[in-house]
């Protein structure tokens, strides 16, 4: 059986000024307004150490108790909720539960006041999504889902780069099939957006572009997108090491930018 885990404690500490940067306060307020006074239970999938609860909690009402799943029981052992109080000031409260999205059931979030996620929907596979789908749909709990890799990449210093063939490699490896699973990479949010549409769902979605100057993170994240592009297509060896050359001079000199794309959506019962 396929677990799906989120990354390691490291690299979600890394990226989470990016992420916090980045996320819609348009769709959050939306999600907000959409839910019914009262306790507020969220279910959160692939919850990793809580961005999701550190980011959004203060901005709906309370009191709130959050359902933090995640296929990696490791990593919810990083789990970081202190401090965390919804927009009144309390503090919520958490379980946590262990599970496969492969084998969601269709009343997982009985009882869901929302159910959100955070840069999850890109590595899980078709019929993974269906499954968070159909449990919203059969909890009516509406559902925001952030920081998804949409595949859109800019990079510039002086003048932007030409990175459509690394570009196109990558998206491939996003889309990759491992121990038997095809993972959605950049078609998530269409895939996701269409199986609410086609249950009678409103649905909304908002671009949410990491910016990223010099530093760590945007060494990191170049790093992993040039080796996932090779690991696609070697042949594209040349190509990535005449760039990687003028990017790193770039990055030293505090001049190299990037510009990664990603999608958050909103899905509310009609």
Known sequence: ???????????????AGADAAARSHVLAAALARAIPAGPVVVHDLGAGTGAMP?????????????????????????????????????????????????ALPEDAFHGATAVTASALLDVVTRE????????CVHAGAPAL????????VR???????????????????????????????????SV?????TAAGWRVRTAATPWRLSAGGLLTVWLDGWIGAALEQRPELADVADRHRARWEALAAAGRLRAVVQHEDLLACPA
């Open 1 to 15: 059986m396929t677990t799906i885990s989120t990354t390691v404690p490291d690299w979600l500490a890394l990226r």
């Open 54 to 102: 550190r980011w959004l909690a203060a901005r709906l009402p309370g009191p709130q108790q959050w359902v933090l799943h995640d296929g990696d029981a490791g990593i919810l052992s990083h789990l970081d909720l202190r401090g965390v109080a919804d927009r009144d000031g309390w503090p919520v409260a958490a379980d946590v539960r262990i599970g496969e999205l492969a």
């Open 128 to 135: 993974e999504a269906a499954r968070i789908v159909a449990a």
């Open 145 to 152: 889902f952030s920081l998804t890799v949409t595949g859109s």
């Open 155 to 189: 990079i510039s210093g002086p003048a932007r780069f030409d990175v459509r063939a690394l570009g196109a490699a990558f998206d491939d490896h996003q889309r990759r099939t491992v121990d038997g699973r095809t993972m959605l990479g950049p078609d998530a949010v």
């Open 192 to 196: 996701v957006a269409a199986a609410f």
